[in-house]
């Protein structure tokens, strides 16, 4: 089945635990993305990576990092979490080098304490 | 500020009660306008793609268009299943990159029977 993982689904943590998040898709897409979701808020771009080894900063990239050594794989890092990274992470891909038609993954719900 | 603006935030239709949710955009330069439909706890699921004023797109009871700062979709006869949060997202144009994705907050619709 043609999908986007994500795992953990849920995670509890305290402030300054590095964690990271994986996203895994089995479509052979190039672009694969991060966006965090919050109430009132929507919507926002972490990281995106238009292919292997290429990555470029969202609008909200501040205590992420993100690395894209294969293909299907597009980690997500939070080295010190903080309070205000508890979210909903969405990650995304999309077959071409743009977000277009993007296939989003169940979500990961955060929570720093 | 934001670069993408959905309205409104909630709508509340009878089944039957044609409408349209409006999304307008500040970016200077646009590669795509997406919209997506997104149901409680799930993430987003793409159903169009606008590249250029004037473009259209249908499926069964939704139609997307585009003006050169505005989007609309478009909503034929609802059904309750047509319930869920509608999302817009704009891709910017920014020099040689490939330029990030904007999210609007999202229009809440309810259809009732």
């Known amino acids: 089945e043609a999908q986007v993982t994500q795992n953990p689904r849920y995670l509890i943590t305290v402030t300054g635990k590095k964690l990271t998040v994986t996203c895994s898709q089995n479509?052979?897409?190039?672009?694969m993305s991060w966006y965090r979701q919050d109430p009132g808020l929507g919507l926002r771009q972490i990281y995106y990576s238009m292919n292997v080894e290429v990555t470029d900063k969202g609008d909200v990239p501040e205590g992420y990092k993100v690395s894209r050594k294969e293909k299907r794989n597009f980690p997500l890092i939070l080295e010190s979490p903080s309070p205000n990274q508890t979210s909903l992470y969405f990650c995304a891909s999309s077959l071409r080098t743009t977000p277009d038609t993007q296939y989003f993954g169940p979500g990961t719900r955060l929570t720093v304490l | 500020e934001d670069q993408v603006t959905q309205s409104p935030e909630a709508l509340r239709l009878q089944e039957g009660e044609s409408s349209s949710l409006n999304c307008s955009y500040t970016?200077?330069?646009?590669?795509?306008l997406f919209w997506y439909r997104q149901d409680p706890g799930k993430g987003p699921e793409f159903l169009f793609t606008?590249?250029?004023a004037g473009e259209e797109k249908e499926k069964e009871r939704l139609k997307a268009t585009l003006t050169k700062k505005e989007s609309f979709l478009h909503i034929t006869a609802p059904k309750p299943e047509d319930s869920a949060t509608y999302l817009c997202a704009v891709h910017e144009q920014r020099g040689s990159t490939l330029g990030r994705l904007y999210f609007g907050r999202g229009t809440q619709l309810t259809v009732w029977p």
């Open positions: 479509m052979n897409h190039e672009y």
């Open positions: 606008l590249y250029s």
């Open positions: 970016v200077s330069g646009l590669r795509g």
